[in-house]
């Protein structure tokens, strides 16, 4: 007897070894309410299944970090010496030890999961409602997007096992829902006359001395972010071509790459607004210049309508678009900070293979990306992530102003990086005590850099029309910096990488907006002084100027 007791006792022992358990939860995100615009049904069915992923906390994203400035800073020894995918992947990888702990609590639960992204910091896993719940203290529920009235599973909060706390970054999705804005509105069709009252890809050339051409060798590439069902039309873009680019063969158009079963349906009923606008000012001003209109399917998985599955594409391929154009965007206070942070470092690792990324800073003034009542000013996501170049919008060409709806101000989520910090405390103390409390004077400042967003022309389900937003002016600097990125690689040098520290090591070439402010939230907004500001950033391009600055004779 007293032998198999002691025998017992030893089993017992080692089956609490073998597998440990996992009670000890740490609660690792929380949203207080159901998120704007949605409505709380009730819990999610629990034989319903559900795809989450799991990032795990990377190797060394200090030390990526350390290496995107040094190829990004014009000073650097290393400038201009973009990583491979490969040396980024080493950064951005986990540690064995998280791979481990965290494949062990996934077999725990007999669970073996698909690994999604290249580098193995994202864990995808198929379980049903109720084991979710169970693995992560979590409360499934099903939410109805007002508006639209389509469903959703998300948790208001869940929690991660102690033992895996230090290794997981986050469980996605979970408490980030809602969908991307387009940076674009309509305004009544404009009698075309002059740059005054119309922009078209004539103005711009004159106004920011851009280049009708392109070097025969180049290797120059764009990419346009196309979501929510926008679709770019190939008719338009030809009579945009036969109206405005004259000197190009009409039948110039844009390569398509889909993620996510993303389609680009064509006919006049199918024409997206900013889908038209964002390849009509790439593959019509960046003329020669090859566009890939990457359209991200609206059935997407990843929980925030594409925007993490088109950046993890896009990190996953040999040669990446050298620029890409976004003009779509959220308010920051709408973005869970764990999803917010591993996009952002996402936007960090393309940055270091040499892309530089532009995303329209929002239309809603100080209120965010769309005109909304508010107490305290909105900031904009992802223009606040500092590894991002985000731009303004102006009006007018003589003399070019800020435009009212022109979103800037100051991230709570991000911190301020070093290469703004001179630019933004001299406008800090110009601004004195106006505003005070309405913002986050720690913050990442946007937007960085602005050009032309109002009356601007294009073609749309056949008919011609103008349009405003900070969408326009986003694939107009796509343009302008791809085409010195043709010239640079045609004179054998690096293509501009992550522009930022470029551009505020630089704030003296651009043309300085200094008038006009940005209204929201019951106030006047942000002025536009002399030097940096948050509606036009250090200003609008002037193409000799940026040639001389990147060495080009
Ligand atoms: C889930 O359970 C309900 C009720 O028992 C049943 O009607 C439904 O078919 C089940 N769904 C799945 C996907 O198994
Ligand atoms: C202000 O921004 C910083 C980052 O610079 C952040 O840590 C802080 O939480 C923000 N404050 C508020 C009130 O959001």
């Known amino acids: 007897m007293v032998s198999f007791r002691l025998l017992s006792l030893v089993s017992l022992l080692g089956v609490v070894l073998a597998s440990p358990t996992y009670r ?86 007999g669970i073996t999961p698909t690994t999604i992204s290249p580098a193995g910091d994202w864990l995808s896993i198929t379980v049903n409602i109720a084991k979710a719940n169970q693995m992560f203290a979590a409360d499934f529920s099903v939410f109805t997007q007002e508006s639209t009235g389509e469903q959703t599973i998300r948790t208001l909060s869940y929690s991660v096992p102690a033992a895996l706390k230090p290794h997981v970054e986050l469980v996605h999705p979970t408490v980030a829902v809602g969908s991307p804005v387009p940076d674009v509105a309509v305004t009544p069709d404009a009698v075309p006359a002059s740059c005054a009252t119309e922009i078209t890809p004539a103005c711009l050339q004159a106004l920011y001395g851009i280049p009708a051409s392109v070097p025969s060798q180049s290797a120059s590439k764009i990419g346009v972010s196309g979501f929510i069902g926008q679709f770019a039309q190939t008719a338009d873009l030809k009579s945009f071509l036969t109206t405005f680019r004259t000197d190009i063969p009409s039948t110039t158009t844009f390569a398509v790459q889909s993620v996510d079963k993303g389609v680009n ?177 720690t913050g990442r400042a946007f937007p960085d850099i602005a050009a032309q967003g109002e009356n601007v022309a294009i073609f749309d389900g056949g008919e011609e029309g103008t349009v405003d937003g900070t969408s326009c002016s986003t694939p107009i600097l796509a343009s302008t910096f791809s085409l010195l990125n043709a010239q640079l690689l045609a004179a054998g040098k690096p293509v501009v990488g992550f522009l930022n520290p470029f551009i505020y090591a630089n704030t003296g070439i651009f043309t300085d907006i200094t008038t006009g402010n940005n209204p929201g939230c019951n106030t006047n907004g942000f002025p536009a002084v002399a030097g940096w500001d948050p509606i036009t950033g250090v200003g609008t391009p002037v193409f000799s100027k940026l040639r001389t600055a990147f060495g080009l004779a």
Do not use: W
């Open 24 to 109: 000890d939860f740490v609660l690792h995100e929380r949203r207080d309410t159901v998120p704007r615009g949605f409505v709380h049904n009730g819990p999610a069915a629990a034989n319903q299944t559900i795809t989450l992923r799991i990032a795990l906390n990377s190797n060394n994203l200090a030390g990526l970090e350390k290496a995107l400035f040094d190829v990004s800073t014009p000073s650097s020894a290393l400038y201009g010496q973009h990583l491979t995918k490969e040396e980024v992947e080493a950064f951005v990888a986990p540690t064995s030890e998280a791979t481990n702990t965290v494949n062990e609590f996934l077999s725990s639960h």
């Open 265 to 441: 349906t064509q006919g006049a009923r199918d024409a997206g607004i900013e889908a038209n606008l964002d390849t009509q000012y790439t593959t019509g001003v960046a003329g020669g210049v090859p566009v890939t209109f990457i359209t991200v399917g609206s059935s997407n998985t990843d929980g925030i309508d594409g925007f993490l599955d088109i950046i993890n594409a896009l990190i996953a391929e040999t040669s990446p678009p050298q620029v890409l154009s976004t003009s779509y965007g959220f308010d920051e206070p709408e973005v869970p900070a764990a999803i917010g942070t591993k996009l952002c470092n996402a936007y960090m690792q393309l940055g270091a293979r040499g892309t530089t990324i532009f995303f329209s800073s929002g239309d809603g003034g100080v209120s965010g990306s769309q005109s909304q009542t508010c107490t305290t000013f909105v900031p904009t996501f992802p223009s606040g992530c500092p590894f991002l170049t985000s731009v303004g919008a102006t009006t007018g060409i003589s003399p070019e102003t800020s435009a009212t709806f022109s979103s800037g101000g100051f991230s709570n989520l991000f911190a301020r990086p070093s290469y703004q910090t001179t630019a933004v405390a001299a406008f800090l103390k110009t601004l004195g005590s106006t505003n005070a409390g309405k913002f986050n004077t």
